[in-house]
Nanobody, 124 residues
Framework: VQLQASGGGLVQAGGSLRLSCAAS????????MGWFRQAPGKERELVGR????????SYADSVRARFAISRDNAKNTVYLQMNSQKPEDTAVYYC??????????????????WGQGTQVTVSR
């Protein structure tokens, strides 16, 4: 499976961006999807995940109520809507896929496929 992330850019604090991640080369609906981010000098962290059907989502405390993940299995695409952005949201954002059940933890060790990353910069 190949994942291609897009939609990053520069946004002012309080603004919004929507990232997209298009999948190809596999059966998209077989995979649980997640978004990670990595800020300079920090470890890559999980932002949130979404189940195969799109019916369940889970988020890190730092983004809950501001970010939303959705997917369109007909379009083989997962989205990350980011609202009320803060400077600390500045990072490279990665989409990722694994084949575990939604209830199981998602982390660096579970990921089978990574997108290439897209830079998000939030200015003060």
């Amino acid at each position: 499976v190949q994942l291609q992330a897009s939609g990053g850019g520069l946004v002012q604090a309080g603004g919004s961006l929507r990232l997209s991640c298009a999948a190809s080369g596999g059966t998209f609906s077989w995979y649980r999807m997640g978004w990670f981010r990595q800020a300079p000098g920090k470890e890559r962290e999980l932002v949130g995940r979404i189940s195969r059907s799109g019916g369940s989502t889970s988020y890190a405390d730092s983004v809950r109520a501001r970010f939303a993940i959705s997917r369109d299995n007909a379009k083989n695409t997962v989205y990350l809507q980011m609202n009320s952005q803060k400077p600390e949201d500045t990072a490279v954002y990665y989409c990722a896929a694994d084949s575990l059940g939604f209830a199981q933890g998602m982390g660096l060790m579970t990921i089978e496929y990574w997108g290439q990353g897209t830079q998000v910069t939030v200015s003060r």
